[in-house]
Antibody, heavy 118, light 110 residues
Framework: EVQLVESGGGLVQPGGSLRLSCAASGFAFSSYPMTWVRQAPGKGLQWVSSIGLGGDTYHADSLKGRLTISRDDSGNILFLQVNSLTAEDTAVYYCARGGMSTSGLDCWGRGTLVTISS | QSVLTQPPSMSAAPGQTVIISCSGS????????VSWYQQLPGTAPKLLIY???KRPSGIPDRFSGSKSGTSATLLITGLQAGDEADYYC???????????FGGGTKLTVL
């Protein structure tokens, strides 16, 4: 069974950083591009970042300079590091298999909630 | 404000047909595949349509997608109570090299 499980969310103070992880299982992780999507409370989906098979990365303009996406193909884990957090970063962060330029995001994790507050 | 434009809400009775629109531009929808996602309340999104008109395994043929120029549509026929959800279109913007979603359409089954 294809499965994606996010972790690393929680309460973070403004100005802080967080590193989210997404553990993948049930498929050949290294053969797929991977994507992070977030959803602020009561709002729509926002594409955050994607990483390709060769490690090429793409980031939302609003987050450029503050985030790093990476992958560990040997451990089947996707990462997202976000710095200089503000209240506007409060959201559920989803890990998804695939890319927006190819066959879409065909498998999603349950998400991890990140709350930025003092 | 989202790069792709969807109607915020729609409603229809069971058994009816609904068409959800998604409007973009030449840098995104016109030259790239579109995908559609269904998000039931309190759950993660689920892929409904990929590569503009293809359905993943397990998605009923009541759901279909199409595209013309800079607009895409999701057609849902034989509406059921279980279809009540938020629906999002998504694609790639080739000029900006970013992924983009529509603002979402909340579908209410009357």
């Amino acid at each position: 069974e294809v499965q994606l499980v996010e972790s690393g969310g929680g309460l973070v103070q403004p100005g802080g950083s967080l590193r989210l992880s997404c553990a993948a299982s049930g498929f050949a992780f290294s053969s797929y591009p991977m994507t992070w999507v977030r959803q602020a409370p009561g709002k729509g989906l926002q594409w955050v970042s994607s990483i390709g098979l060769g490690g090429d990365t793409y980031h939302a303009d609003s987050l450029k300079g503050r985030l790093t996406i990476s992958r560990d193909d040997s451990g089947n884990i996707l990462f997202l590091q976000v710095n200089s957090l503000t209240a506007e970063d409060t959201a559920v962060y989803y890990c998804a298999r695939g890319g927006m330029s190819t066959s879409g995001l065909d498998c999603w994790g349950r998400g991890t909630l990140v709350t930025i507050s003092s | 404000q989202s790069v792709l434009t969807q109607p915020p809400s729609m409603s229809a009775a069971p058994g009816q047909t609904v068409i959800i629109s998604c409007s973009g531009s030449s840098s995104n929808l016109k030259n790239n595949y579109v995908s559609w996602y269904q998000q039931l309340p309190g759950t993660a999104p689920k892929l409904l349509i990929y590569e503009t008109h293809k359905r993943p395994s397990g998605i009923p043929d009541r759901f279909s997608g199409s595209k013309s120029g800079t607009s895409a549509t999701l057609l849902i026929t034989g509406l059921q109570a279980g279809d009540e959800a938020d629906y999002y279109c998504g694609t790639w913007d080739s000029s900006l090299s970013v992924g983009v979603f529509g603002g979402g359409t909340k579908l209410t089954v009357l």
